[in-house]
């Protein structure tokens, strides 16, 4: 059944036409392969049967979005909660199945709910060094008569080892200033006056409630149940890793981690499993090519939600009205 849409939502979607086109472009891998073969691509096949062809040492930033342990439907495939000791050895497999695939200086982000962070924090400290958990606040979330409204989700920091990358600069928050202080001689103290307001520039902390969720009328927003925002797994990738770094996600889902290594000059690859969700991929890698802009993110900071009132900004994507199998052609 197709869903109907107002006007104006610009969620992404693929019509069976593109489908047929894009899937052209998905890559299947059944031998060994290299790091070359890998870069920049979309491979629509299960993980575990992609695992054995992968090359060693070839990561240097990891983000693994697993299905948390919830019964939940990617698009027909059907991801059931399981006991507690089934999906910690579930997980167990897939994260020591990863292990090898990573350089000793990568990073490592695993993302999570609370209650799945409690099944698989053990396991994560088993294969990797915890550097810290951080706590999103989704501005979603669905309200409960008997229970507090759940509205945050986990990601915990690791490394493989005590030599690793890591940029704060990069990931600088703007924020506009409720106290002005001045110093003795009438200059603002640690903070700066703009055309649209006083803003300083802080360090983040562990805890994000800048971020903003996809919705319809987001040219990143897609149909995918779980999908991440840009802005989100942008800080993951400015932090950790450096232009032209190789950025490997598993469980790609909708691409943003895709997306956004694309955006930001790094090198990547994706496995997805659900088809349709992996031209959808192709689709947003395209229309990066022609807008690279990150919503939230610009003049290389990141600005907390609502503050970029009278900047203009580009959110509105540019290739919203081209015909992304055009430009793979």
């Known amino acids: 059944m197709i869903k109907a849409r107002a006007p104006r939502n610009r969620t992404l979607t693929c019509t069976d036409a593109e489908m047929a ?54 698009n027909g495939h059907v991801f059931r909660s399981k006991e507690a000791n089934e ?14 695939l990573l350089r000793t200086t990568a990073s490592v ?38 229970n507090w409204k759940n509205n945050t989700e986990d990601i915990w920091y690791c490394t493989v080892g005590d030599d690793y990358y890591f940029n704060v600069d990069a990931v600088k928050l703007k924020r506009r200033v409720i106290a002005p202080y001045r110093s003795g001689d009438g200059q603002p103290k640690d903070w700066e006056e703009t055309k649209i ?18 919705f319809w009328s987001m040219p990143e927003n897609t149909d995918h149940p779980t999908q991440k925002p840009e802005k989100l797994i942008a800080k993951l990738v400015l932090a950790s890793s450096r232009p ?18 694309k955006k930001l000059g790094r090198r990547f690859c994706g496995i997805e499993l659900n088809r349709e969700y992996c031209c959808w991929v192709l689709k947003r890698l395209k229309q990066a090519e022609v807008d690279n802009s990150i919503q939230g993110y610009a003049e290389e900071v990141f600005w907390e939600r609502n503050s970029l009132n009278g900047q203009k900004q580009n959110i509105v994507t540019k290739s919203s009205d081209v015909n992304a199998l055009e430009l793979f052609k």
């Open 244 to 261: 032209g770094d190789f950025v490997f996600d598993p469980f790609l889902g909708s691409g943003t981690t895709a997306v956004v290594a």
């Open 87 to 100: 999906y910690i050895s579930w997980f167990d497999g897939i994260l020591s199945s990863l292990i090898p």
């Open 21 to 74: 086109e894009l899937s052209a472009f998905l890559l299947c891998v059944s031998t060994r392969a290299s790091v070359g073969s890998l870069t920049n691509h979309v491979i629509n096949q299960d993980y575990f049967e992609v695992r054995p062809f992968l090359p060693s040492e070839f990561v240097d930033l990891l983000i693994l979005d697993p299905p948390y342990n919830l019964t939940k439907n990617y």
């Open 109 to 146: 982000y695993i993302c999570s709910d609370w209650k799945t962070s409690n099944l698989i924090f053990p396991i994560i400290d088993k294969h990797l060094y915890v550097r810290n958990r951080i706590t999103w606040e989704r501005e979603k979330g669905r309200g409960a008569k008997t």
């Open 197 to 214: 307001g006083k803003y300083r520039l802080t360090y983040p902390s562990n805890f994000w409630s800048d971020i903003t969720i996809p």
